[in-house]
């Protein structure tokens, strides 16, 4: 799932939905898609925003993505089965500055967290994706019911 999270700790995450067996690397470029789309609609400023993914979605490509919407990557980088010493130290030398940032990821793992503690929500037992995505709010909902109302 894509998400911004701001500093009053609300999260802007439209999402994409596909069977299980996809990896979420191809639901990137939809749910950036709807991310912008949302953003826009709610008149935000996103300039200058930084944008956390793990290293499943690092690749030069969503980097590009995210830059020519004047957003800042923040992706942990993923030195897989590179060999040459020389370049894994550069690309994490690079991550270094960002570091900090990443580690705010924090607040979106914690949405996700909640979002587990709704057992519909672990495993989808919905065919349709209407009924799906409607569990889907309705969890949200009283997620942000409770942390609005504590």
Known sequence: MLAIADNRGNI??????????FHDIRLFEK????LLETVDDLNLDI???????DSGFDSARNK???REAEMIPVIK???GAR???GKIYAILDAFEPLKLIYKER???ERCFAWEDTYRKMVIRYEKLQCTFMGFRYLAYSMINFRNIFN
Do not use: C, Q, W
């Open 12 to 21: 802007i995450a439209p999402f994409e939905v596909l069977p299980v067996n």
């Open 31 to 34: 749910s950036f898609e709807n």
């Open 47 to 53: 300039a200058g925003a930084y944008l956390t993914l």
């Open 64 to 66: 590009i993505l995210i």
């Open 77 to 79: 980088p993923n030195i």
């Open 83 to 85: 060999k040459d010493r």
């Open 106 to 108: 924090v607040n979106i």
